[in-house]
Protein backbone atom coordinates (compact mmCIF):
# COMPACT_ATOMS: atom_id res chain seq x y z
CA UNK A 1 0.00 0.00 0.00
CA UNK A 2 1.21 3.42 -0.82
CA UNK A 3 1.45 5.87 2.10
CA UNK A 4 2.64 8.30 3.33
CA UNK A 5 3.29 9.54 7.24
CA UNK A 6 4.45 13.02 8.67
CA UNK A 7 6.26 13.48 11.83
CA UNK A 8 8.16 16.33 14.03
CA UNK A 9 5.51 19.07 14.15
CA UNK A 10 5.17 20.79 17.43
CA UNK A 11 4.94 24.06 19.39
CA UNK A 12 7.88 26.28 18.49
CA UNK A 13 8.69 29.64 19.48
CA UNK A 14 9.30 32.64 16.48
CA UNK A 15 12.46 32.51 15.37
CA UNK A 16 12.72 28.63 15.84
CA UNK A 17 13.64 25.97 13.90
CA UNK A 18 11.91 22.79 13.07
CA UNK A 19 12.21 19.32 10.67
CA UNK A 20 9.58 17.93 9.58
CA UNK A 21 9.77 14.27 8.16
CA UNK A 22 7.45 12.55 5.43
CA UNK A 23 8.02 8.55 5.77
CA UNK A 24 6.52 7.04 2.80
CA UNK A 25 6.28 3.62 1.73
CA UNK A 26 4.36 1.37 -1.19
CA UNK A 27 6.89 3.45 -3.56
CA UNK A 28 10.50 5.37 -3.59
CA UNK A 29 10.51 9.11 -2.59
CA UNK A 30 13.49 9.03 -5.41
CA UNK A 31 11.52 7.76 -8.45
CA UNK A 32 8.95 10.38 -8.07
CA UNK A 33 8.59 13.91 -6.95
CA UNK A 34 7.32 14.68 -3.30
CA UNK A 35 6.06 18.67 -2.46
CA UNK A 36 5.01 19.72 1.05
CA UNK A 37 1.50 21.70 1.01
CA UNK A 38 0.07 23.55 4.29
CA UNK A 39 -3.42 24.62 5.61
CA UNK A 40 -3.03 27.48 8.01
CA UNK A 41 -6.20 27.86 10.43
CA UNK A 42 -9.49 29.37 8.44
CA UNK A 43 -7.38 29.85 4.97
CA UNK A 44 -6.95 27.43 1.89
CA UNK A 45 -4.10 24.91 0.83
CA UNK A 46 -0.77 26.57 0.28
CA UNK A 47 2.15 25.06 -2.02
CA UNK A 48 5.25 24.79 -0.42
CA UNK A 49 7.77 22.81 -1.79
CA UNK A 50 8.58 20.09 -4.39
CA UNK A 51 11.81 17.81 -4.51
CA UNK A 52 11.74 16.34 -8.24
CA UNK A 53 13.43 13.07 -9.12
CA UNK A 54 16.51 14.78 -10.27
CA UNK A 55 17.04 16.66 -7.14
CA UNK A 56 15.87 20.06 -8.88
CA UNK A 57 13.99 21.85 -5.89
CA UNK A 58 11.23 24.89 -6.39
CA UNK A 59 9.64 26.79 -3.44
CA UNK A 60 6.81 29.21 -2.85
CA UNK A 61 7.73 33.14 -2.47
CA UNK A 62 6.65 32.83 1.36
CA UNK A 63 9.02 30.14 2.39
CA UNK A 64 12.30 30.98 -0.01
CA UNK A 65 15.67 30.91 1.98
CA UNK A 66 13.90 30.07 4.89
CA UNK A 67 12.61 26.38 4.24
CA UNK A 68 14.90 23.59 2.75
CA UNK A 69 13.36 20.57 1.24
CA UNK A 70 15.61 17.30 0.91
CA UNK A 71 15.38 13.67 1.17
CA UNK A 72 17.24 10.36 2.26
CA UNK A 73 17.13 7.57 -0.60
CA UNK A 74 18.10 5.22 2.23
CA UNK A 75 15.26 5.94 4.49
CA UNK A 76 12.71 6.72 1.93
CA UNK A 77 12.16 9.62 3.60
CA UNK A 78 11.28 13.57 2.45
CA UNK A 79 11.94 16.34 4.86
CA UNK A 80 11.08 19.86 5.04
CA UNK A 81 13.97 22.01 7.20
CA UNK A 82 11.73 25.31 8.67
CA UNK A 83 14.14 28.01 10.24
CA UNK A 84 13.18 31.58 10.92
CA UNK A 85 9.19 30.48 12.19
CA UNK A 86 6.81 33.45 12.21
CA UNK A 87 3.32 33.15 13.77
CA UNK A 88 1.92 32.77 10.45
CA UNK A 89 3.88 29.59 9.25
CA UNK A 90 1.04 28.08 12.39
CA UNK A 91 -0.28 25.01 10.05
CA UNK A 92 -1.12 21.97 9.49
CA UNK A 93 1.72 20.65 6.96
CA UNK A 94 0.82 17.96 4.53
CA UNK A 95 3.19 15.91 2.23
CA UNK A 96 2.00 14.27 -0.89
CA UNK A 97 3.83 12.49 -3.80
CA UNK A 98 3.50 13.82 -7.56
CA UNK A 99 3.76 11.33 -10.46
CA UNK A 100 4.40 12.11 -14.28
CA UNK A 101 0.86 13.97 -15.56
CA UNK A 102 1.21 16.03 -12.40
CA UNK A 103 1.25 18.11 -9.96
CA UNK A 104 -0.91 14.75 -9.56
CA UNK A 105 -0.52 14.47 -5.93
CA UNK A 106 -1.79 11.44 -4.72
CA UNK A 107 -1.23 10.21 -1.99
CA UNK A 108 -1.13 12.75 1.10
CA UNK A 109 -0.36 12.36 4.44
CA UNK A 110 -2.53 12.93 7.26
CA UNK A 111 -0.49 15.89 8.42
CA UNK A 112 1.68 17.04 11.18
CA UNK A 113 1.04 20.41 12.91
CA UNK A 114 2.95 23.41 13.37
CA UNK A 115 2.36 26.09 16.27
CA UNK A 116 4.53 29.13 16.18
CA UNK A 117 3.71 30.89 19.37
CA UNK A 118 5.45 32.75 22.26
CA UNK B 1 3.03 32.96 -10.44
CA UNK B 2 0.93 31.63 -11.88
CA UNK B 3 -2.94 32.64 -10.20
CA UNK B 4 -5.74 30.65 -9.70
CA UNK B 5 -9.29 32.32 -9.19
CA UNK B 6 -12.14 30.30 -8.50
CA UNK B 7 -15.76 30.86 -8.51
CA UNK B 8 -18.16 30.61 -6.80
CA UNK B 9 -16.69 30.83 -3.14
CA UNK B 10 -19.31 28.65 -1.56
CA UNK B 11 -22.00 26.99 -2.42
CA UNK B 12 -24.64 25.23 -1.50
CA UNK B 13 -26.75 22.22 -3.11
CA UNK B 14 -29.45 19.92 -2.57
CA UNK B 15 -28.80 16.01 -2.91
CA UNK B 16 -28.83 14.78 -6.23
CA UNK B 17 -28.69 18.45 -8.24
CA UNK B 18 -25.24 18.92 -10.33
CA UNK B 19 -22.68 21.90 -9.65
CA UNK B 20 -19.52 23.10 -10.94
CA UNK B 21 -17.14 24.95 -10.21
CA UNK B 22 -14.69 27.15 -12.18
CA UNK B 23 -10.94 28.30 -12.20
CA UNK B 24 -9.36 30.94 -13.75
CA UNK B 25 -5.91 31.12 -14.52
CA UNK B 26 -4.05 34.03 -15.32
CA UNK B 27 -1.40 32.46 -17.50
CA UNK B 28 -2.33 29.39 -20.26
CA UNK B 29 -1.88 26.07 -18.27
CA UNK B 30 -1.25 24.37 -21.74
CA UNK B 31 1.59 23.17 -22.89
CA UNK B 32 3.31 22.07 -25.81
CA UNK B 33 2.61 18.19 -25.03
CA UNK B 34 -1.26 19.06 -25.52
CA UNK B 35 -1.78 18.59 -21.61
CA UNK B 36 -3.09 20.82 -19.01
CA UNK B 37 -1.47 20.88 -16.25
CA UNK B 38 -4.46 21.48 -13.82
CA UNK B 39 -5.61 19.49 -10.93
CA UNK B 40 -8.95 19.33 -8.72
CA UNK B 41 -8.56 18.16 -5.17
CA UNK B 42 -11.45 18.19 -2.50
CA UNK B 43 -10.29 18.19 1.46
CA UNK B 44 -13.37 16.70 3.32
CA UNK B 45 -13.65 17.87 6.90
CA UNK B 46 -11.08 16.59 8.97
CA UNK B 47 -9.17 14.70 6.21
CA UNK B 48 -6.38 15.22 4.08
CA UNK B 49 -7.03 16.52 0.49
CA UNK B 50 -7.66 13.56 -2.08
CA UNK B 51 -7.02 14.10 -5.58
CA UNK B 52 -10.11 13.78 -7.67
CA UNK B 53 -9.06 15.22 -11.50
CA UNK B 54 -5.41 15.86 -13.16
CA UNK B 55 -4.31 17.04 -16.33
CA UNK B 56 -7.38 18.72 -16.60
CA UNK B 57 -10.32 16.16 -17.38
CA UNK B 58 -8.38 12.86 -16.05
CA UNK B 59 -10.66 11.01 -13.47
CA UNK B 60 -7.73 9.51 -10.64
CA UNK B 61 -8.63 6.01 -9.73
CA UNK B 62 -11.77 5.34 -7.52
CA UNK B 63 -13.01 8.94 -8.16
CA UNK B 64 -17.03 8.60 -8.77
CA UNK B 65 -17.63 9.00 -12.40
CA UNK B 66 -19.85 11.78 -10.93
CA UNK B 67 -16.86 13.96 -10.68
CA UNK B 68 -15.34 15.42 -14.19
CA UNK B 69 -13.03 18.14 -15.51
CA UNK B 70 -13.32 20.26 -18.67
CA UNK B 71 -11.75 23.11 -19.92
CA UNK B 72 -8.20 24.79 -21.82
CA UNK B 73 -5.91 27.26 -21.41
CA UNK B 74 -6.95 29.20 -18.78
CA UNK B 75 -10.37 28.23 -17.93
CA UNK B 76 -11.25 25.04 -16.14
CA UNK B 77 -14.63 23.87 -14.74
CA UNK B 78 -15.20 20.94 -12.21
CA UNK B 79 -18.52 19.36 -12.59
CA UNK B 80 -20.91 16.69 -10.23
CA UNK B 81 -23.64 15.84 -12.11
CA UNK B 82 -25.31 14.84 -9.14
CA UNK B 83 -24.15 15.68 -5.29
CA UNK B 84 -24.17 13.49 -2.83
CA UNK B 85 -23.67 14.05 1.14
CA UNK B 86 -20.20 12.85 0.88
CA UNK B 87 -19.13 15.57 -1.94
CA UNK B 88 -19.12 17.98 1.35
CA UNK B 89 -16.01 19.83 1.33
CA UNK B 90 -13.35 22.56 -0.28
CA UNK B 91 -12.33 21.92 -3.58
CA UNK B 92 -9.37 23.48 -4.72
CA UNK B 93 -7.49 23.61 -8.51
CA UNK B 94 -3.99 23.52 -8.65
CA UNK B 95 -1.25 24.57 -11.12
CA UNK B 96 1.40 22.44 -12.40
CA UNK B 97 2.36 24.55 -15.38
CA UNK B 98 4.96 26.43 -13.83
CA UNK B 99 6.91 26.71 -10.91
CA UNK B 100 5.80 27.13 -7.75
CA UNK B 101 2.70 26.02 -8.30
CA UNK B 102 -0.29 27.36 -7.06
CA UNK B 103 -3.79 26.84 -5.42
CA UNK B 104 -7.00 28.31 -6.27
CA UNK B 105 -8.50 29.84 -2.66
CA UNK B 106 -10.95 27.41 -2.83
CA UNK B 107 -14.40 26.54 -2.96
CA UNK B 108 -16.56 25.60 0.00
CA UNK B 109 -19.47 23.04 -0.45
CA UNK B 110 -22.39 22.25 1.73
CA UNK B 111 -25.23 20.47 1.34
CA UNK B 112 -28.96 22.13 2.31
Known amino acids: EVQLVESGGGLIQPGGSLRLSCAASGFTVSGDYMSWVRRAPGKGLEFLSI???????YYADSVQGRFTISRDNSKNTVYLQMNSLRVEDTALYYC????????????WGQGTLVTVSS | DIVLTQSPLSLSVTPGEPASISCRSSQSLLQSNGHNYLDWYLQKPGQSPQLLIYLGSNRASGVPDRFSGSGSGTFFTLRISRVEAEDVGVYYCLQGQQAPWTFGQGTKVEIK
Open chain 1, 51 to 57: IYSGGTT
Open chain 1, 96 to 107: ARGRVGGPRLDP
